[in-house]
């Protein structure tokens, strides 16, 4: 079992910045990678950024430049840094994370992220 706590959400205004932390605790020897997805009202979840255990990264078009995701092996945390904020990064964002064994996919509660003036 793996738990992820996210944190960090907030409100701010448009073109601000905000940075969204998960920490992993539990059975996280087997992590093979770490993402951040969001979900906005009305909407699928979609994919934002993840890091792999070898630190490759990975981003949605969407937040290519604005964000960007780092990781703290000491901490066992995972960071999403996010500028430039836009009204419709507005979302729940969540934190996953996966491995290679069958069923090891776990996510967090999410944190709430609303870009508004």
């Known amino acids: 079992q793996v738990q992820l706590v996210e944190s960090g959400g907030n409100l701010v205004q448009p073109g601000g910045s905000l940075r969204l932390s998960c920490a992993a605790s539990g059975s996280i020897v087997s992590i093979k990678g770490m993402a951040w997805h969001r979900q906005a009202p009305g909407k699928q979840r979609e994919f934002v950024a993840d890091?792999?255990?070898?630190?490759?990264?990975d981003y949605a078009d969407s937040v290519k430049g604005r964000f960007t995701i780092s990781r703290d092996n000491a901490k066992n945390t995972v960071y999403l840094q996010m500028n430039s904020l836009k009204p419709e990064d507005t979302a729940v964002y969540s934190c996953?994370?996966?491995?290679?064994?069958?069923?090891?996919?776990?996510w967090g509660q999410g944190t709430q992220v609303t870009v508004s003036s």
């Open positions: 890091i792999t255990s070898s630190g490759s990264t």
């Open positions: 996953n994370a996966w491995g290679t064994a069958p069923g090891y996919d776990y």
